[in-house]
């Protein structure tokens, strides 16, 4: 049975830094696009970061709010585990943020939630101001 399970979240005052990890089990996802997506309540789920495994090629959301220059992903193959670490948080980044794996067909538009076949729960993050 495939897994993903995140941890890591928690609240934090605006500046602070927080580090989400993805632990996958069932299968490995090193040959697989993983990606971060959260969800704000009353809004839609929207993409965040991706890492594709050909390459190690990285991308961020392009949004007005966006997460480039403060959030960084990365994957460790060997722990089968993604991250997601989070520098100069705002309150706006207040959300329950969910990791997700591409499967077999692999993923095209990596902001399509979508394309993604596996998904955890999710970790709620909470910035205060």
């Known amino acids: 049975q495939v897994q993903l399970v995140e941890s890591g979240g928690g609240s934090v005052q605006a500046g602070g830094s927080l580090r989400l990890s993805c632990a996958a089990s069932g299968r490995t996802f090193s040959r697989n696009t993983m990606a971060w997506f959260r969800q704000a309540p009353g809004k839609e789920r929207e993409f965040v970061a991706a890492h594709r495994w050909s390459g190690g090629s990285t991308y961020y959301a392009d949004s007005a709010d966006s997460v480039k220059g403060r959030f960084t992903i990365s994957r460790d193959n060997a722990k089968n585990t993604l991250y997601l670490q989070m520098n100069t948080l705002r309150p706006e980044d207040t959300a329950n943020y969910y990791c997700?794996?591409?499967?077999?067909?692999?993923?095209?538009?990596?902001?399509?939630?979508?394309?993604?076949?596996?998904w955890g729960r999710g970790t709620q993050v909470t910035v205060s101001s």
């Open positions: 997700s794996a591409g499967g077999t067909n692999g993923v095209r538009d990596l902001r399509r939630g979508e394309e993604y076949d596996y």
